[in-house]
């Protein structure tokens, strides 16, 4: 079975740059669990990590770089329901990135719909419709980091 | 001109695998106030996620058995 090696970088009390290097790493670990892994290491030490510090998974069979983590993405319904009147609704989002989220890719012209992002005890949605929004799908998407890729979710909105 | 003195810390986290397999993972500079339940919770997410493998055959982690804070300090004698 092909191992991982997994390094963080973090800093010290003097702004030195710290790695730590993990290894027998489980390639069938998810990225997410890797990272709380690294997180809660580090949690043990006076060094600070922050998103910007990379966390390297390399193959060691091959020494080839794996690349980036890929994101935890997803929202709590993907489809929804347009009622025909002024409407505004909260979605929660999942997601376990450093990334930003904007809202594009209308599959219409003139939706009738303006998404929102807001942090509140987690990362939710948010959704306005005025009269006369049409059935459309659109996407959000999570930018891509030094540590994480890009990620997207299409959302789609339906009639009554 | 007087000795110069430098402290480092490491912490050595001992990890066993349920094949005898142990590693050991050093962290530099350990905080100081590191409590047992930081480690036990430490060990149960190890258990629970094993993102980390026994080097033989991939078996599974087991426990934390020993954690070990190191404190050296070196003393660069003045012989001049």
């Known amino acids: 079975m092909a191992k991982l090696t997994m390094q963080l970088k973090a800093k010290d009390a003097f702004d030195k740059s710290v790695t730590t290097s993990f290894t027998s790493v489980n390639p069938e670990a998810s990225d997410s669990d890797k990272l709380q892994l690294a997180k809660a290491m580090n949690s043990l030490t006076s060094n600070t990590y922050s998103s910007t510090d990379l966390i390297k998974t390399i193959n060691l069979d091959t020494e080839t770089d794996a690349g980036k983590l890929t994101p935890t993405f997803s929202i709590a319904h993907s489809t929804i329901t347009l009622t025909g009147q002024n409407m505004y609704a909260f979605e929660g989002i999942t997601y376990d990135g450093d990334g930003k989220f904007f809202a594009g890719d209308y599959s219409v012209d003139i939706p009738g719909i303006s998404l929102g992002f807001l942090n509140q005890g987690g990362w939710n949605l948010l959704i306005q419709a005025v009269p006369g929004a049409v059935p459309c799908t659109c996407k959000i998407m999570a930018t891509e980091t030094d540590t994480y890729k890009a990620a997207e979710i299409t959302l789609t909105f339906v009639t009554t | ?75 660069n004698l003045d012989i001049s």
Do not use: H
Request: aromatic content about 4%; proline content about 3%; glycine content about 6%.
């Open chain 2, 1 to 75: 001109m007087a000795d110069t003195l430098t402290e480092t810390r490491t912490l050595k986290v001992e990890t066993y695998y349920v094949d005898g397999d142990t590693r050991v993972i050093t962290l530099k500079n350990p905080k100081n106030n590191i409590t047992t339940q930081e480690i036990i919770n430490l060990q149960t997410m190890l258990q629970t996620k094993q993102v980390l493998i026994g080097d033989r055959n991939g078996a599974a982690f087991g426990k934390i058995p020993k954690v070990t804070k190191i404190t050296e300090t070196r003393a």
